[in-house]
């Protein structure tokens, strides 16, 4: 009778493994759909991981659910190993070595090599990268070598942080079968989502991919919706039409602070916003005398504005390096001295104030273009606020046709200080309208120096030249109001620090019904 008890006891304990295991499967089934009302109308280039420019972060909203990457930011890692399961630098720091996760899929079934990195690198944008990095050779399907002509201490910055999108992948058997147009119309990943629709200036419907190498996502369907009238946004949030609102600014977020249905949080710290003086290269303006961009600079009140558009979140920063950056220099912000401004346009020689002509405030952050102009007013700076659809005016602030000074979100680039000023400070930097000679020298001269000490006194040195001068008015590091709605039992916001958006996507889940 034992034998059979000990027999009976087995089965029972094998059927409630199974049992057990069934639910544990069920549980990780993705279900349920989320939305998310976005404060953007997401172009067709964000489906793309080659179109992203460097120092562009919003692509990425996209990127952290389509696509993946061989190194990206992830919880608790600025770095982490995701499609490589690790590198090595050789002695001489002339190239590096990845070895490739084995076994993983694109979204039509395709295998994940070596030829896919080689190809997303080569499409990749961003000139320094190219002009930095020798060669990329598949040593074999799944290793990866980069070679370079001569050390550069950025390169892992540049290559595994959001500083630039190369290390994300395209896989090239579909691209070149279905060509640049036919991939932003269906684009193919190795990410957490796939693709399912999209409605151009409207909507991005996604599925979830339960082949996923890191984990299955919690929810089935993710839909972002573009709604750029924050009311609108608010409304949808409060109706349950959206599980996310994101850039409720002011009003829009204090109205939902004590709601007990809604969830009132904040993200962001990637941007800091700044004064960008483009017309300062030329004699003739005014914004060429130092004086007068201090000018500008001491009129704004940044505390007051932070506390009446992000409800106190951004924080007033006296430089374009955040100061937790690598190689950062601290530096105070501006005090509100709206006298001392005035002081400062007489000595200049315009003790009446002067024409500015232009004013642009970058898409969508117009309430607080109109803010800074009424401030810049008040000390007799006269502007005419200039507002543009968000993927115009990026246009057009790369091609450098835009005039006058405007409050941009200068510095959004990953990684360290170098790296941060890439795009903005030397005087071929995709967004610089100019530059100085002795600071490009310098700034030229660090990208190769490997002892972080010298590094570190001459990344110091550019900053400090950059406050002297007055090459930027720093307002503040960007953190912003978002709202939850009552469905969403983890929006996955900051996770990644600093990043402004719900990721990884994998991660966020809906309440259990």
């Not at 003790?351 to 309430?367: E, H, L, M, R, T």
């Amino acid at each position: 009778m034992r034998r059979w008890q000990k027999l009976a006891f087995a089965v029972m304990a094998w059927t409630a493994a199974i049992g057990a295991a069934a639910i544990a499967t069920a549980q990780t089934k993705p279900e349920g759909e989320m939305r998310f009302a976005l404060y953007v109308t997401v172009p067709p280039a964000w489906l793309d991981p080659g179109e992203a420019a460097p120092g562009f972060t919003s692509p990425f909203w996209v990127l952290y659910a389509l696509h993946d990457a061989l190194v990206k930011p992830m919880p608790g890692q600025p770095m982490g190993p995701s499609l490589a399961e690790s590198w090595t630098e050789s002695p001489d720091k002339l190239s590096y070595e990845f070895k490739l996760r084995q076994g993983v899929k694109f979204h039509n079934g395709d295998p994940f090599t070596a030829d896919d990195v080689v190809f997303s690198f080569a499409r990749a944008k961003g000139a320094e990268l190219h002009q930095k990095v020798k060669e990329v050779v598949a040593v074999d399907p799944y290793t990866v070598r980069f070679v370079l002509p001569e050390p550069w201490p950025d390169f892992m910055t540049f290559y595994g942080t959001l500083a630039s999108a190369a290390s994300w992948i395209t896989p090239k058997k579909y691209f070149e079968q279905v060509g640049q147009d036919g991939f932003k119309r269906k684009p193919i990943g190795l990410g957490p989502y796939k693709f399912v629709s999209t409605k151009p200036g409207i909507e991005i419907v996604m599925e979830a991919n339960e082949d996923y190498w890191r984990k299955v996502p919690s929810v089935k369907r993710l839909v972002f919706l573009s709604v750029p009238e924050g009311t609108t946004r608010l409304a949808m949030l409060k109706r349950g039409e959206v599980d996310v609102a994101y850039l409720l600014e002011g009003q829009l977020g204090e109205s939902i602070r004590n709601d007990p249905e809604l969830k009132l949080v904040f993200s962001g710290g990637v941007a800091t916003f700044v004064l960008d003086f483009f017309d300062m290269w030329d004699p003739k303006s005014p914004w060429h005398d130092q004086r007068v961009r201090k000018a500008a600079s001491l009129a704004i009140d940044r505390q007051t504005m932070s506390d009446a558009d992000n409800l106190g979140a951004s924080k007033p920063n006296g430089s374009i390096i955040r100061k937790n950056m690598e190689f950062a220099l601290p530096i105070e912000p501006d005090p509100y001295d709206p006298e001392r401004a005035k002081k400062l346009l007489a000595e200049a020689g315009y003790p009446n104030g002067f024409d500015a002509g232009d004013f642009y405030a970058v898409p969508p952050y117009f309430a607080t273009g109109e803010a800074i102009a009424g401030y810049l007013g008040a000390i007799g700076i006269k502007t005419k606020l200039r507002t543009m659809e968000r993927a115009a005016y990026f246009s057009a602030l790369e091609s450098k046709k835009l005039k006058g000074v405007c409050f941009c979100g200068a510095g959004a680039t990953y990684g360290n200080a170098s790296t941060r000023m890439s795009v903005i400070v030397p005087s071929d930097g995709i967004y610089a309208y100019g530059g100085w000679p002795d600071v490009d020298e310098l700034y030229k001269k660090q990208l190769t120096e490997n002892d972080p000490e010298k590094r570190e006194t001459m990344l110091r040195e550019i900053q400090k030249i950059l406050h002297e001068r007055t090459r930027f008015a720093p307002i503040w590091d960007y953190f912003w109001p978002s709202g939850i709605g009552p469905r969403v039992e983890d929006a996955a916001l900051m996770k990644i620090d600093p990043y402004p958006w719900s990721a990884p996507l994998e991660d966020v889940k809906l309440k259990t019904p």
